[in-house]
């Protein structure tokens, strides 16, 4: 029975990885992820980690995938009505809960709701 006290370790050790890792995700995530309003115009932006993100402005709402391709510059990536376009976000910069950037030539502001 000598097996026993090291059976118990590893699952005690694999219970506390496991703790650590979801407990801890926030940490690995993209600060970009999360829900986002402007400041001005209360569009709402939210930005998920599979890289998903739906924006809604005035009550429509588009979606499509977003990435990062450097230089403070996210690609998001849409389709509308059937035909497959994109839109760059550029000098994008997120201090704690504020992003600013410039999207379709406007700059702005926008703060973190969740």
């Not at 890792?21 to 709402?44: A, K, M």
């Not at 009505?81 to 702005?108: N, Y």
């Amino acid at each position: 029975m000598r097996y026993v006290p090291v059976i118990k370790s590893t699952i005690q050790l694999c219970i506390v990885s496991a703790f650590l890792l979801t407990g801890c995700s926030r940490v690995f995530n993209d600060p970009i992820v999360g829900q986002w309003e402007d400041t001005e115009t209360s569009d709402r932006f939210e930005f998920l980690s599979d890289h998903t993100f739906t924006i809604t402005s005035h009550g429509v709402g588009v979606s499509g995938k977003w990435s990062k391709i450097g230089n403070g510059r996210i690609k998001l990536d849409v389709v509308r009505q059937g035909t497959p376009t994109f839109i760059m976000m550029e000098d994008v910069s997120i201090s704690g809960d504020e992003m600013k950037g410039t999207i379709l030539g406007k700059a702005g502001t926008a703060r973190r709701l969740k």
